[in-house]
């Protein structure tokens, strides 16, 4: 143990000088590991950050770009919808001028005249009527009135 105290500088207070220059350092080395471990905790929290902040924008530009591709789904949906609703509507005016060629006069009369044997009235067959400027023709339907309808009448007779 002697050889070890004679290696050591002499000191007046008998060693002490040595304990705390000790001391010092290893407070000097906790401190530092201390300034090290705030360091690595204020990078792991700003890297934390800088993944939740990353992972934010790549959420928002993810739903952009769905969207995107939902409106342009929709858009060829509503062009092809168009696209059948022209071809039905050139569809349906071929059949409405197929209809209407088929149901002309001289297709309805030959009909008449070749399937229910029919011909034209001659001026035998007509009866023609004169009637005078000041007659009146009424023409009346038999119906069922309920009593309101017949006293309204009734009432409507009277005025004119």
Known sequence: MRAQADDRPATEDGGTQQNKSRSEERRAESEAKIKRMRRRR???ARIAIGVVFGI???FIVASIIHGQVQLT???QQISDAKAQLAEQQSVYTQLEMKVDSSISTSVVEDYAKNNLKMNKATN???EF???SDSDKAEVTLK???NIF???AEAVSSLWS
Request: no cysteine.
């Open 149 to 151: 309808e017949t006293i």
């Open 56 to 58: 934010a924008v790549a």
């Open 73 to 75: 789904e929709l858009n």
């Open 129 to 131: 009527i004169q009637l």
């Open 124 to 126: 035998s067959q007509k």
């Open 143 to 145: 119906k069922d009135k």
């Open 42 to 44: 204020s990078n792991i």
